[in-house]
């Protein structure tokens, strides 16, 4: 129960002091400032360096696909080939 008075009192002493006012917006406004220096251009981002992979592997089993479809497609074609 003592430790539970104690803390009771540094809670109400807390409570007695206001927060100290910091002023941030400098700071902020300079961070802000900076990152949008340093985002030169929207190309450099690894997002488009997936998006190209994923587009080079989409094309290629696209193009694995029409293969086999144009062959598949007409069963007649097989015949026809010999």
């Given at each position: 129960?003592?430790?539970?008075?104690s803390?009771?009192?540094?809670?109400?002493?807390?409570?007695?002091?206001?927060?100290?006012?910091?002023?941030?917006?400098?700071?902020?406004?300079?961070?802000?400032?900076?990152?949008?220096?340093?985002?030169?251009?929207?190309l450099?981002?690894?997002?488009?360096g997936?998006?190209?992979?994923?587009?080079?592997?989409?094309?290629?089993?696209?193009?694995?696909?029409?293969?086999?479809?144009?062959?598949?497609?007409?069963?007649?074609?097989?015949?026809?080939?010999?």
């Amino acid at each position: 129960m003592e430790g539970l008075k104690s803390l009771e009192k540094l809670a109400s002493a807390a409570r007695r002091n206001p927060p100290p006012r910091i002023d941030v917006t400098d700071r902020v406004l300079r961070s802000l400032r900076t990152r949008e220096e340093d985002a030169e251009s929207p190309l450099n981002t690894p997002l488009l360096g997936f998006s190209a992979v994923s587009f080079a592997s989409a094309l290629i089993v696209a193009v694995l696909a029409l293969q086999s479809w144009l062959s598949v497609h007409d069963p007649m074609v097989a015949l026809v080939m010999r």
